[in-house]
């Protein structure tokens, strides 16, 4: 990296952001159209920050890759503010690519993500769990409740 340029130069910007992708990512165009993943505290995971679409993608995956074959994990999406289809695919996408019994479970997740995902039937693919807040601290892969049977 080229110590030389200024805080402002994008040449840095763009060095900084190539080299620690898992800190943030900017569009280039505006500070406000960020990606923020870093690791969780509580459980083997991520928590996801900001806005997912076709700019901030490529970090998503691959945060989600340095994921596969450590088993079942979490991702924190409590910070999400914005998610497109893309971004969407690709969470199901690692979910349906682990083996093993192992679950990769969305916690916090807005309600418009959930909505979505129960639209379009991605809820039901195989390896996904949504919860609606902390992750468990084994990762233990455990049955998820059907609603419809706990309803009387």
Same mark, same amino acid.
């Given at each position: 990296?080229?110590?030389?340029?200024? *805080?402002?130069?994008?040449?840095?910007?763009? &060095?900084?952001?190539?080299? $620690?992708?898992?800190?943030?990512?900017?569009?280039? @165009? =505006? *500070?406000?159209?960020?990606?923020?993943?870093? /690791?969780?505290? &509580?459980?083997?995971?991520? $928590?996801?920050?900001?806005?997912?679409?076709? =700019?901030?993608? /490529?970090?998503?995956? %691959?945060?989600? #890759?340095?994921?596969?074959? $450590?088993?079942?994990?979490?991702? &924190?999406?409590?910070?999400? @503010?914005?998610?497109?289809?893309?971004?969407? $695919?690709?969470?199901? !996408?690692? #979910?349906?690519?682990?083996?093993?019994?192992?679950?990769? +479970?969305? %916690?916090?997740?807005?309600?418009?993500? %959930? %909505?979505?995902?129960?639209?379009?039937?991605?809820?039901?693919? /195989?390896?996904?769990?949504?919860? #609606?807040?902390?992750?468990? #601290?084994?990762?233990? +892969?455990?049955? +998820?409740?059907?609603?419809? *049977? !706990?309803?009387?």
């Amino acid at each position: 990296m080229n110590t030389t340029d200024t *805080a402002g130069t994008p040449g840095l910007a763009l &060095d900084l952001m190539v080299e $620690r992708p898992e800190i943030a990512l900017t569009s280039g @165009t =505006s *500070a406000d159209h960020l990606l923020r993943v870093s /690791p969780l505290v &509580d459980a083997q995971g991520l $928590r996801i920050e900001g806005e997912l679409d076709r =700019s901030t993608l /490529p970090t998503l995956v %691959r945060a989600l #890759a340095s994921m596969a074959g $450590r088993g079942s994990f979490c991702l &924190d999406l409590s910070g999400l @503010t914005f998610i497109d289809v893309g971004g969407l $695919r690709a969470l199901v !996408t690692a #979910a349906a690519d682990l083996h093993g019994g192992h679950v990769l +479970t969305i %916690r916090s997740a807005p309600a418009q993500v %959930r %909505r979505l995902l129960e639209l379009i039937g991605w809820h039901e693919t /195989p390896g996904l769990r949504l919860q #609606a807040q902390a992750c468990p #601290a084994s990762m233990a +892969t455990q049955p +998820t409740p059907n609603p419809i *049977a !706990t309803m009387s």
